[in-house]
């Protein structure tokens, strides 16, 4: 977690974007929880979201093996990634946006969507852990 939290405020100079709705829901650390992670082994994914970035990273055994992260714009339902830096295995995402419907409901958030140029859609139900 040491190193996640260097490299996301290494990362803080980068360009971030005005977001024009209060951030409040968004803002937070949230953990997956469906779909289910594999049993084949200890997994993990989470997403620290601050005022105007964010970082996720899904660890294996306690290793990163998959992060992105980059600045974001919400504006109470729509919620758009901008990929700017992650691990060598999401270069490919560099540069691209993400988009994201969102409903919340208590401490969960239901995310739809995905990255542009891309047919496949996510449907997420992540829970706030901080």
Not at 24 to 30: A, D, K, N, P
């Amino acid at each position: 977690m040491v190193a996640i939290m260097i490299l996301f405020c290494g990362c803080a100079s980068f360009k971030s974007h005005t977001n024009s709705a209060n951030t409040s829901q968004i803002v937070g650390v949230w953990k997956i929880v469906s779909p289910a992670l594999s049993e084949e082994g200890e997994q993990e994914k989470i997403k620290i979201i601050t005022k105007d970035r964010f970082i996720w990273t899904h660890t294996f055994n306690g290793v990163i093996v998959m992060s992105t992260g980059g600045a974001y714009s919400f504006d109470g339902k729509n919620y758009v990634e901008n990929i700017e830096f992650g691990t060598l295995y999401q270069k490919s995402a560099f540069g691209q946006k993400a988009f994201y419907k969102v409903q919340f409901s208590g401490k969960t958030k239901r995310i739809t969507g995905g990255f542009e140029n891309d047919n496949r859609v996510f449907d997420e139900i992540w829970e706030r852990i901080e």
